[in-house]
């Protein structure tokens, strides 16, 4: 009766009410628990389902704040290499302006196999024809 109780004063304070002191009783509660055990917290056993229960739900609780966590300092490191100027990502192989004109010099005139002017250019067939596509919509 006695805990019952206390879980009803214990409801006002939910999570969901803004107040971390109830947070903190389910924790010191928990620890409790397990200092109460003989044996070691990681060896401990119980057949109760509820302490099973609290177990993982307090466990996946915390991976998922942990997630977060690592979310928003990976988005906040990226926005700040990006306000710094760099862009991330693989460079391109024909970034160069003159290799680019190059290639279409060489594809346009159609004297040079489309392999002679890749191995010329160390790309290949898909990033040559990407990049003239690409310098074609860019022309238009």
């Not at 109760?48 to 928003?72: K, M």
Request: proline share 6%; charged share 25%.
């Amino acid at each position: 009766m006695a805990a019952r109780a206390r879980l009803e004063h214990a409801v006002p304070n939910s999570p969901g009410s803004g107040n971390p002191s109830y947070v903190i009783s389910v924790l010191e509660n928990f620890r409790r628990a397990l200092l109460a055990t003989p044996l070691p917290p990681w060896k401990a056993r119980t057949n109760s389902r509820a302490a099973a229960t609290a177990a993982s739900s307090l466990f996946g609780s915390l991976a998922e704040f942990e997630r977060d966590l690592i979310r928003e300092r990976t988005n906040a490191g990226l926005a700040a290499a990006r306000a710094r100027g760099r862009l991330g990502g693989r460079p391109k192989k024909l970034a160069d302006p003159k290799k680019l004109a190059l290639a279409q010099q060489l594809y346009d005139a159609g004297q040079t196999d489309i392999a002679t002017i890749c191995r010329t250019l160390g790309i290949s067939r898909a990033t040559l024809y990407r990049s003239l596509s690409d310098g074609a919509s860019e022309k238009e």
